[in-house]
């Protein structure tokens, strides 16, 4: 087994086989379940389920069978009778893994199949003796192998001669033939009908843009009607006959009671559910998701983006929001609204979002621990949530030790492989940290005495300044002294002296007084 596989089922047996008998079946719908499929065990009545001695005719047969053939190998207990809901959640992740590695690559896929494995959606109800996950991976192996069937992307099969072939197309259409037949004797029309409702549509997108949906030279090759009916055939000659025989047994009202009474009229009425609000999923599904429901906004920028240029997503991602959207619109239609109904959502969304977060660790640095592969972020959010979960549903105190022993050892075993590698890189890196940090040290020891220099001779400017401040004053009073003396003196040379003599000392004390001007 691949390692990704090895850790998706590690992953699994904690959230949703650990502690899976522990706890009464209290639930009423449980209830019916387990004690209807214990009735058929001791009777040997496998046709018509029975609840204290009153026949059932709500659902179909095949998860009494499921939960009876378990009750015939271990006895009737709690386990028994919840290990099919486990054992599909196990198969839907090992699906959505799948789907991902094929539609994109192994990393999403396993992404993809580790937010299956830790949602809240399916670990609640991998402990419960419901019909709503083995029905939910049975519709989501349908609607995968139709949209194989009907594909002429080469990324559904090993070349476009592979895909356009009859034999791939028709493999994949008797697959999902098969897989919705045994759906619709799980839960009734709703598998089929939920993955006509994602392929038909695609199918007509595909026909009316061949160049957009399926990109490259040539054009697909349509389906031969012969390879449909062939389909056709196989899914009634496996779900018709137990409702066939029930008819005979109870008579033709059953199929009606059934079909209309306990599908249409649960559907269109308020007979079995209030009446709920168009938003009543928005909520359900945020708390389905969790905790993995914060990564959503990821969706946001690329919405955005969308909406501005007027543009549909890739091929691929156009048939997972097809694929999420049509579950979510149908049963926003629907009267009466359950939150597990939207179950077969849940494995294209979080192929989305596992693609949203692998192109953001992708854009991103990875030099810090926390940003390491989503094979380790898995693990521990599996670890942590999972006993969350057990806390909430089981009320064992007793058993935490244990469980959170056990979800620490996955833990750590997940993320030794990581911190190895990045501890090396660490390590070498450090090593070059004492002559880098030497080096600064040096600069900055040179930056001080630069700042010391600078800072004298900023003091030395200021000392010049008032110096020649005070040398400034100084030599104004000696100029204003000496000019004063000379004005004495010429004064005293006029009164004294004759008057041609006098001119000539006058005209001498002027230019004495110029040059003294000019000095």
């Excluded at 090992?94 to 199949?113: C, D, E, M, Q």
């Excluded at 009859?166 to 009908?193: E, F, N, Y």
């Amino acid at each position: 087994m691949q390692t990704p596989l090895r850790w998706l089922v590690v992953l699994c047996a904690i959230t949703f086989f650990l502690g899976l008998g522990n706890g009464a079946i209290a639930d009423s719908d449980e209830a019916y379940y387990a004690e209807a499929a214990r009735q058929m065990a001791m009777t040997g009545d496998w046709l018509t389920p029975h609840y204290n001695d009153t026949v059932r005719f709500q659902k179909p047969v095949l998860m009494y069978w499921l939960i009876g053939a378990g009750y015939l190998l271990t006895g009737v207990n709690e386990t028994a009778a919840r290990f099919p809901s486990a054992f599909a959640g196990l198969l839907l992740v090992l699906l959505t893994f799948t789907i991902g590695r094929r539609w994109y690559n192994a990393s999403t896929g396993f992404l993809a199949g580790s937010i299956v494995a830790t949602t809240f959606g399916t670990s609640a109800i991998a402990w419960q003796a419901l019909p709503d996950l083995p029905v939910t991976v049975l519709i989501v192996f349908a609607t995968w192998s139709l949209l194989r069937a009907l594909s002429c992307n080469p990324i559904d099969a090993g070349n476009r001669k592979t895909v356009n072939s009859d034999s791939h197309r028709l493999t994949w259409l008797l697959a999902a033939a098969a897989s919705a037949a045994l759906a619709c004797l799980t839960k009734g029309p709703i598998g089929i009908v939920l993955p006509l409702l994602v392929a038909l549509p695609l199918a007509y997108w595909k026909h009316a843009n061949p160049g957009v949906v399926s990109p490259g030279p040539g054009r697909s090759i349509g389906l031969r009607p012969i390879l449909p009916i062939i389909a056709i055939l196989l899914f009634l000659v496996l779900a018709s006959p137990w409702f066939l025989v029930m008819a005979y047994q109870h008579g033709p009202s059953y199929l009606l009671h059934f079909f209309v009474g306990e599908n249409i009229a649960r559907f269109t009425t308020e007979e079995f559910n209030q009446t709920r609000p168009l938003w009543f999923y928005l909520p359900v599904l945020a708390g389905g998701l969790v905790p993995w429901t914060p990564f959503t906004i990821l969706w946001i920028p690329d919405l955005i983006k969308a909406l501005k240029a007027r543009t549909l997503p890739s091929p691929t991602s156009l048939r997972l929001v097809v694929w999420a959207a049509a579950p979510l619109l149908f049963y926003t239609l629907s009267v009466g609204k359950q939150p597990r109904y939207i179950l077969p959502a849940l494995a294209p969304l979080a192929i989305l979002l596992a693609r949203s977060i692998q192109r953001q660790l992708t854009a991103q640095p990875t030099g810090a621990l926390y940003k390491q592969s989503p094979y380790n972020k898995a693990c521990i959010s599996s670890a942590s949530f999972k006993l969350h979960c057990f806390r909430i549903h089981n009320d064992q105190p007793n058993l935490m030790e244990p469980v959170g022993a056990t979800a620490s050892i996955v833990t750590l075993l997940a993320l030794s492989k990581e911190i190895a590698g990045r501890g090396q890189n660490l390590i070498r890196r450090y090593r070059e940290y004492p002559k880098a940090l030497g080096e600064v040290r040096d600069r900055v020891l040179q930056l001080e005495v630069q700042l010391s220099l600078l800072s004298n001779v900023q003091k030395n400017i200021s000392e010049v300044k008032v110096l020649s401040s005070e040398m400034g004053a100084k030599l104004s009073d000696t100029l204003s002294n000496t000019k004063v003396t000379f004005e004495s003196i010429r004064n005293f040379l006029v009164q004294h002296s004759d008057e041609g003599g006098t001119r000539a000392r006058l005209r001498w004390v002027r230019k004495d007084e110029a040059e003294v001007e000019r000095s």
